[in-house]
């Protein structure tokens, strides 16, 4: 019969029993510049594999577009790169669901940014379409405060910089501010060097972004960026 939509019903069956055997993934990369620990990409393919493996799953993910461009700031202007990916979900019985397309957008800081992306992409989609729960809050940038408040910054006034720190600084400053959206600051934030992100000006410059990018919700201006575990 013409018009009729493809059986699916063995692929989401096995998706659901899939779900049913995803237990909580293990943090057990650590970014040592930062003090945290997260669930890295084989964190994440070493808990799902033998779970959809079972289930008779697999995900084909294959590149959809790709696009260069640049972010203009007050020093210049940045290399940037948006790749889209298309993620399907098939069964082993030839079903399959609709693919699906992610995109993420990263600094084109050399060959690394490929695979930055991939790896975000499908760890994303594993974790939303499986349901895999970290032991992260919803949206770690952010920790609710008393309604309609927002908790004051407690930070020591900065000490006196050095001239080319300060070039340093305002460099930074600006391409933090350039972010479009709280996934695009965190991964601005994840690249900036340690050193220049315990500057306490910086900091603040990363307080405003986050706080100006999510003016329906609460945020905690001194919560940590890398806090979610998800890394970039």
């Given at each position: 019969?013409?018009?009729?939509?493809?059986?699916?019903?063995?692929?989401?069956?096995?998706?659901?029993?899939?779900?049913?055997?995803?237990?909580?993934?293990?943090?057990?990369?650590?970014?040592?510049?930062?003090?945290?620990?997260?669930?890295?990409?084989?964190?994440?393919?070493a808990?799902?594999?033998?779970?959809?493996?079972?289930?008779?799953?697999?995900?084909?993910?294959?590149?959809?577009?790709?696009?260069?461009?640049?972010?203009?700031?007050?020093?210049?202007?940045?290399?940037?790169?948006?790749?889209?990916?298309?993620?399907?979900?098939?069964?082993?019985?030839?079903?399959s669901?609709?693919?699906?397309?992610?995109?993420?957008?990263?600094?084109?800081?050399?060959?690394?940014?490929?695979?930055?992306?991939?790896?975000?992409?499908?760890?994303?989609?594993?974790?939303?379409?499986?349901?895999?729960?970290?032991?992260?809050?919803?949206?770690?940038?952010?920790?609710?405060?008393?309604?309609?408040?927002?908790?004051?910054?407690?930070?020591?006034?900065?000490?006196?910089?050095?001239?080319?720190?300060?070039?340093?600084?305002?460099?930074?400053?600006?391409?933090?501010?350039?972010?479009?959206?709280?996934?695009?600051?965190?991964?601005?934030?994840?690249?900036?060097?340690?050193?220049?992100?315990?500057?306490?000006?910086?900091?603040?410059?990363?307080?405003?972004?986050?706080?100006?990018?999510?003016?329906?919700?609460?945020?905690?201006?001194?919560?940590?960026?890398?806090?979610d575990?998800?890394?970039?």
């Amino acid at each position: 019969m013409t018009g009729q939509a493809p059986p699916i019903g063995e692929v989401v069956t096995s998706a659901a029993k899939a779900m049913a055997a995803i237990r909580k993934v293990g943090k057990e990369g650590r970014n040592e510049h930062d003090k945290y620990n997260f669930a890295s990409i084989d964190d994440f393919l070493a808990m799902v594999n033998p779970v959809c493996a079972e289930a008779g799953l697999i995900f084909p993910m294959q590149e959809d577009g790709i696009e260069d461009f640049t972010r203009k700031g007050k020093f210049g202007e940045s290399a940037w790169m948006r790749v889209r990916w298309q993620i399907t979900v098939m069964h082993i019985s030839g079903q399959s669901l609709p693919p699906v397309l992610r995109t993420v957008e990263v600094l084109r800081n050399g060959a690394q940014a490929y695979g930055s992306a991939q790896s975000y992409a499908l760890k994303q989609f594993l974790r939303s379409f499986l349901l895999i729960p970290t032991g992260d809050k919803d949206d770690a940038e952010l920790q609710a405060t008393t309604e309609g408040t927002i908790e004051p910054s407690r930070r020591a006034e900065p000490r006196r910089q050095s001239p080319q720190n300060d070039d340093a600084v305002d460099r930074a400053i600006d391409y933090i501010s350039a972010a479009v959206d709280i996934a695009d600051l965190q991964a601005s934030w994840g690249n900036l060097p340690a050193a220049v992100k315990a500057d306490a000006r910086v900091i603040a410059a990363k307080d405003a972004a986050k706080i100006s990018l999510t003016p329906a919700q609460v945020a905690t201006p001194n919560a940590d960026l890398g806090s979610d575990g998800i890394p970039y």
